[in-house]
């Protein structure tokens, strides 16, 4: 990875002088742990998670950068303390914004690609929603079939709009060829969605939680990260009080609730993406917001380092077994002695993600929505 000349070509090195101050970080701090990309690109081949910086929201119809975005989250990053030694971490700068959009798409693509191939985690810093394409064109570059997840308080699928912000999810759910498999939407606030909205995305067996049930069992959203390959996270499922660079809402999740998000998908093993849109610095307020933003990230860290305990699923005796009937089918579900995780098998033997819930309803004679969905899928 450090000869890559497809990687540098389309990075702007970081100047962590303007990033820092006059701070000074001790040995203890994440910013002395990350290999970053100053004036030479870092060897990032122990890497676990690598962060990429995209100042860029043309799609929002604003203009090409969001300014010292980026830089303001990395310097709330940089101050945390390091608590998972057994996590590396890289930050490779941001892409250099294109002469147009889809130039900076192009280039955001090619990188993110070259880095899930390299087997690296990659934190991407927006930018605008949209950008959102360019995370999944990724897996579209390498025809990788994915499951993506979104946590946005709107449903992305305007065609009355010219805004690409505002319309993207048109071009990645219908776009052909296609390598959306499942997609998740997490947190949408049914007063921003048009009730059609909804009816399309359930013939499209896309499974919908609205922002009241997320919060009445965020528990329920870990089985739904976990399968996912991607995952995208717009500020606007937040409320103003716990984001204030936020003015879309006075609604939604809270600093604790995202944070426990961004845990869960640092724990899937599947997941090599996320991306965190919506930021712009100029609405700040004392950065409280590229506060949180660091701090999901750190309990993103928090979330992979506790991955590395989870042992593989064919390691039976690191599970407690439970049988049972599912629809007249004889069902394993398995719960794992070291993170209580839950998964679930269904008629083709295969094991899915699944929660504590799925098996209550099982063993009560009831079919878990989950099973029924995953059925329909196949």
Same mark, same amino acid.
Request: glycine letters at 6%.
């Given at each position: ?9 389309? &990075? ?49 119809? @604003? ?30 700068? @941001? ?5 147009? &959009?889809?130039?900076?798409?192009? $280039? ?48 992305? &699928? ?37 009730? @059609? ?10 499974? !919908? ?19 996912? =390959? ?86 039976? =005796? ?29 008629? @083709?033997?295969?094991?899915?993600? !699944?929660?504590? $819930? ?21």
């Amino acid at each position: 990875m450090r000869d890559s000349l497809l990687t540098t070509d389309f &990075l702007q090195p970081l100047d962590l002088s303007a990033i820092l101050g006059d701070d000074e970080l001790n040995d203890a701090q994440l910013g002395h742990k990350i290999k970053s990309y100053t004036f030479e690109f870092p060897d990032i081949d122990d890497a676990d998670i690598v962060i990429l910086g995209m100042a860029e929201e043309r799609g929002t119809g @604003n203009g090409v950068s969001v300014g010292d975005s980026p830089a303001l989250i990395r310097k709330n990053l940089y101050r945390l303390y390091n608590w998972h030694p057994d996590v590396q971490l890289a930050d490779i700068g @941001n892409i250099k914004s294109g002469a147009s &959009l889809n130039d900076t798409y192009a $280039a955001a693509k090619a990188v993110i690609a070259e880095l899930i191939a390299a087997g690296k985690t990659v934190i991407i810093l927006g930018g605008s929603h949209d950008l959102t394409l360019a995370q999944y064109g990724a897996y579209v570059q390498r025809e990788q079939i994915i499951e993506a997840s979104c946590v946005d308080a709107f449903i992305n &699928l305007s065609v009355d709009t010219p805004l690409r912000s505002e319309n993207f999810l048109m071009e990645m759910l219908t776009g052909e060829p296609n390598f959306i498999r499942h997609y998740n939407h997490i947190g949408f606030q049914s007063y921003f969605v048009h009730p @059609n909205i909804l009816q399309t995305m359930d013939r499209l067996r896309f499974d !919908c939680f609205r922002v009241g049930v997320v919060k009445d069992a965020l528990f329920e959203m870990e089985p739904v990260i976990r399968s996912s =390959q991607m995952l995208s996270i717009d500020l606007s499922a937040m409320s103003h009080a716990y984001a204030p660079a936020n003015k879309t809402t006075p609604n939604g999740l809270n600093g604790e609730e995202m944070c426990t998000l961004t845990q869960y998908a640092g724990m899937s093993e599947q997941l090599n993406t996320l991306g965190l849109y919506g930021y712009n610095a100029k609405n700040d307020v004392d950065e409280l917001t590229a506060i949180q933003i660091a701090q999901m990230i750190w309990y993103f860290i928090d979330g992979k380092s506790k991955s590395k305990t989870e042992p593989s699923i064919k390691d039976r =005796q690191q599970f407690t077994e439970y049988h049972t009937t599912v629809a007249g089918t004889d069902t394993v579900f398995l719960q794992s002695k070291r993170t209580a995780r839950w998964w679930m098998q269904l008629p @083709n033997q295969k094991f899915i993600a !699944c929660s504590a $819930a799925d098996y209550q309803l099982a063993i009560h004679s009831e079919i878990p929505e989950r099973w029924l969905r995953a059925q329909e899928r196949d």
